[in-house]
Every structure is written in structure tokens, then in C-alpha cells.
T-cell receptor, first 114, second 111 residues
Framework: NAGVMQNPRHLVRRRGQEARLRCSPM?????VYWYRQLPEEGLKFMVY????????ESGMPKERFSAEFPKEGPSILRIQQVVRGDSAAYFC????????????FGQGTRLTVV | AQSVTQLDSQVPVFEEAPVELRCNYS??????LFWYVQYPNQGLQLLLK??????LVKGINGFEAEFNKSQTSFHLRKPSVHISDTAEYFC?????????FGAGTRLTVKP
């Protein structure tokens, strides 16, 4: 059973371009979380999704950011018109349904906006 | 919603010294508590978790944590640290709806 897979590991985008970050959860996991880690800062919650539903997006910036977790395929975090302040490590975590479960993390995608 | 406060952003200690990383949480419902470790340029790994039962939880690499409901704390401890314990440590809380993390504590072990 492969772990949580994130790709790409490193992504460089020019200001104004779009960034697409992918997260394939572990097999059997239907819950996905996205977190952002800015340099020298901790993890900041962005969004919590279940298959085809956004459960909590209270940590998502109001503009330019969106996330989805379709019935088939990976979860996508999309950042439109990137700016330098979007440069960060973006981590995805997944967990199975039910209580008493911890989240398993991917290796992260490091986005650099130049 | 639940939240987590890690009181120390950085903790420097000498090798073989004991260490305590502090974590306090707030929640209006029962929660489950976790400690994760992040080594440089890597994702997070689970150190230990408290779900129910004994309030003293033992994890990997010699770490343990104690759940204190009256003080809403879940402090992480290790009696003797190694250089290899240098990393970022995150406390997390979930009520089965979503998981929230503290800002992290950077533990630096010096020779």
C-alpha cells in the first residue's frame, strides 16, 4: 500500500501563472486535508475534503485558491495567478473514514514563484 | 472549532538532556490528540497519539506524552535526547471532523 503521493515534489511558476498540486491519498482513504507551510512557520490548515465534497474550507484564501477531490482521481489544489507570497510547501494528508484515525502525510510540494 | 497552541517556537537543548515540548488545546467536545515530527525537507510522521484510556502515551523513538484533561494539555517528553531528534514537532487535535495543528516547535539538539 503506497503512502500518500504528492506531485510534483517541486514546482516553479512565474507570477501570474497557474499552479496545480496533486495528491493521491492512500488506498481506502476518503478524507483529504491540505496544509500550507510558509518558510520558518508552522502548518496552516487550508481545506478538508471528502470524496466530491468540501467539508471545511475555512483556511483557504478567498481568491485564487480552489480545491477538489473528485470521485475518481487525485485531489487537486489549484492556485490561479500565483504571486511571490504563494511560495511555500504544500502538504496533503489523508485518513480513512471513521473515528480514531490519524492522518498520513505526503512528502509535500514545494512551490516557488519567481 | 478546536485549536492548538504550542507555547515554544524553539527549544534548544544539549544531547542527553531531558526535553518537554508543550501543547495546549481548546475544544468544546471530546478530542483525539497527536504529535507529529517533521525532519528537514520531509513530510510529517506520527510520533504518538491519544485516543482514550491511559493518559500516558508512549510513542516511537523514546517519546511519550501525557494527556491532562483538566489543564487541556498534551505535553511531549523525552528523558534523554539525541542529535537525531533535531526536527520540527507538531501537536494536532481532531474531533473526527478535521485535524488542526499547532504552529510547531523546532527542537535543536546540540552536542
Amino acid at each position: 500500500n503506497a503512502g500518500v503521493m504528492q506531485n510534483p515534489r517541486h514546482l516553479v511558476r512565474r507570477r501570474g501563472q497557474e499552479a496545480r498540486l496533486r495528491c493521491s491519498p492512500m488506498k481506502g482513504h476518503s478524507h483529504v486535508y491540505w496544509y500550507r507551510q510558509l518558510p520558518e512557520e508552522g502548518l496552516k490548515f487550508m481545506v478538508y475534503l471528502q470524496k466530491e465534497n468540501i467539508i471545511d474550507e475555512s483556511g483557504m484564501p478567498k481568491e485564487r485558491f480552489s480545491a477538489e477531490f473528485p470521485k475518481e482521481g487525485p485531489s487537486i489544489l489549484r492556485i490561479q495567478q500565483v504571486v511571490r507570497g504563494d511560495s511555500a510547501a504544500y502538504f496533503c494528508a489523508s485518513s480513512p473514514p471513521g473515528p480514531n484515525t490519524e492522518a498520513f502525510f505526503g512528502q509535500g510540494t514545494r512551490l516557488t514563484v519567481v | 472549532a478546536q485549536s492548538v497552541t504550542q507555547l515554544d517556537s524553539q527549544v534548544p537543548v544539549f544531547e542527553e538532556a531531558p526535553v518537554e515540548l508543550r501543547c495546549n488545546y481548546s475544544s468544546s467536545v471530546s478530542v483525539y490528540l497527536f504529535w507529529y515530527v517533521q525532519y528537514p525537507n520531509q513530510g510529517l510522521q506520527l510520533l504518538l497519539k491519544y485516543l482514550s484510556g491511559s493518559t500516558l502515551v508512549k510513542g516511537i523513538n523514546g517519546f511519550e506524552a501525557e494527556f491532562n484533561k483538566s489543564q487541556t494539555s498534551f505535553h511531549l517528553r523525552k528523558p534523554s535526547v539525541h542529535i537525531s531528534d533535531t526536527a520540527e514537532y507538531f501537536c494536532a487535535v481532531t474531533n473526527n471532523n478535521d485535524m488542526r495543528f499547532g504552529a510547531g516547535t523546532r527542537l535543536t539538539v546540540k552536542p
